[in-house]
């Protein structure tokens, strides 16, 4: 099974900062991975996938890139709306799994 | 505009069988690439992926659970229904389907869940 790992599961930021999460597969996924954004009480939305491919819809302040083992998630100036759980995904395999999420809190 | 909504008990005593229906709309799963999954969340922790039925009936299921879960579809119904065999009170989550549009490796948009709960 492919296990994915998330840094930091807590992080605490203020409006405007730069935030970075990471994302890790115990074996390499190429480019297989997605990010969700999830708000308390309700479902996950797509934001990333193909590891750097952005959705439609989705503001620009939010890219991913890496590929093989290790990801990232940039939020290039957080805004309130941002603050939530986040979660990658990898797609690489015959099943998919999620990394246990990082939950993103206003300081 | 694709939507998708999961019907089902609200309530399951330990050992019964759970039947979900996802029911959707915006897309068809007679389409080329498509498919559905179901991905649960028991409250305050993380997603956990469960299965995915593709347009063709390719059916893939999460390991640790593939001996109780059971996913079908109903096509021209737009409907995609997941059984879960044998629930305990540790299944007590809210549960979610999701579209897997064709070439795009990501699932999106989800229904917005349904918690069933198992208790006697």
């Known amino acids: 099974d492919i296990q994915l790992t998330q840094s930091p599961s807590f992080l605490s930021a203020s409006v405007g900062d730069r935030v970075t999460i990471t994302c890790r597969a115990s074996?390499?996924?190429?480019?297989?991975l997605a990010w969700y954004q999830q708000k308390p009480g309700k479902a996950p939305e797509l934001l990333i996938s193909?590891?750097?491919t952005l959705q439609s819809g989705v503001p620009s302040r939010f890219s991913g890139s890496g590929s093989g083992t290790e990801f990232t998630l940039t939020i290039s100036s957080l805004q309130p709306e941002d603050f939530a759980t986040y979660y990658c995904?990898?797609?690489?395999?015959?099943?998919?799994?999620f990394g246990q999420g990082t939950k993103l809190e206003i300081k | 505009q694709i939507t998708l909504k999961e019907s089902g008990p609200t309530v399951v005593k330990p050992t019964q069988t759970l039947t979900l229906t996802c029911t959707f709309s915006?897309?068809?799963?007679?389409?080329?690439?498509?498919?559905v999954g179901w991905i649960r969340q028991p409250p305050g922790e993380a997603l956990e992926w469960l299965a995915l039925i593709y347009w063709d009936d390719d059916k893939r299921y999460s390991p640790s659970l593939k001996s109780r879960l059971t996913i079908t579809k109903d096509t021209p119904r737009n409907r995609v229904i997941l059984t879960m065999t044998n629930m305990d009170p540790v299944d007590t989550a809210t549960y979610y389907c999701?579209?897997?549009?064709?070439?795009?490796?990501?699932?999106?948009?989800w229904g917005q869940g349904t918690l069933v709960t198992v208790s006697s």
């Open positions: 193909d590891a750097s």
């Open positions: 995904q990898q797609l690489n395999s015959y099943f998919y799994t």
């Open positions: 999701a579209h897997r549009p064709a070439g795009n490796p990501g699932f999106g948009p």
């Open positions: 915006g897309f068809s799963l007679f389409t080329n690439g498509v498919g």
């Open positions: 074996q390499g996924i190429s480019s297989s």
